[in-house]
């Protein structure tokens, strides 16, 4: 098992992102939050990915329909006038309120979700804040100034090799290995559906808030590894 070292990780916005997006910043000197991109849809810029009774579920926010082309992430609307907050919040209770840790960490999240930001970018942006501080990951975090489709051909913001690009590889549609399994550092952990049904197997790099609730304030440490 070894742990990467990253002078710097290059990560999209994301919502309530995976596992692997916060190993990648609990390994790096510093991170850059992509705001010059163009908005891309099925992907965990809009959407995470939880453990329910069904297996795997992914909750997606839905945005304005008018903004989903050609426009910068950072100006996209988040659509309202669907019910997809109270959903998503049933859901993670339906999915976690079992687990050691939920409660606590839903008093600290779900009222973010329902302060109702109006942008996408800043809904991501408050709770990355505080999934940070739940953690106690102190990387120093910061937006890009630009958008550089290809970070291994300029010398910014650190030289090449040292630099990990985020921007598609943690993704869902992505078809290699998340970047635990990449570096040998992917560990099983309590999952309250898993240890229900037997035979069920552990399924790995959901969204932080599984792992969270299933360990606590042993999740930063299990990120550290």
Request: glycine share 6%; with cysteine.
């Amino acid at each position: 098992m070894t742990a990467p070292h990253f002078s710097c990780s290059v990560l999209t916005t994301a919502y309530l992102p995976p596992v692997s997006y916060f190993f990648a910043i609990a390994h790096s000197d510093r991170v850059l939050i992509e705001q010059h991109e163009a908005y891309q849809k099925q992907s965990w810029r809009s959407r995470c990915r939880i453990f329910s009774a069904a297996g795997p579920e992914d909750l997606s926010i839905p945005v304005m329909k008018e903004e989903r082309r050609s426009r910068p992430i950072r100006d996209i609307r988040i659509d309202y006038s669907e019910p997809w907050l109270q959903h998503h919040i049933r859901a993670l209770e339906a999915a976690y309120n079992a687990s050691a840790f939920y409660d606590y960490y839903a008093d600290e999240l779900v009222p973010i979700l329902e302060s109702k930001p109006a942008f996408l970018f800043d809904l991501n942006g408050k709770l990355l804040e505080k999934l940070l501080e739940l953690l106690g990951l102190s990387t120093p975090v910061s937006l890009t100034e630009s958008f550089v489709k290809d970070y291994e051909a300029v010398s910014s913001p650190a030289p090449a090799g040292h630099l990990f690009d985020g921007r598609s590889v943690i993704q869902p549609k992505y078809k290699g290995r998340s970047l635990l399994a990449e570096y040998g550092c992917e560990q099983a952990y309590y999952q309250v559906f898993v240890n229900r049904e037997p035979g069920a197997g552990f399924i790995p790099d959901l969204s932080v808030i599984d792992l969270l609730s299933a360990e606590g304030p042993g999740a930063g440490a299990f990120l550290r590894i």
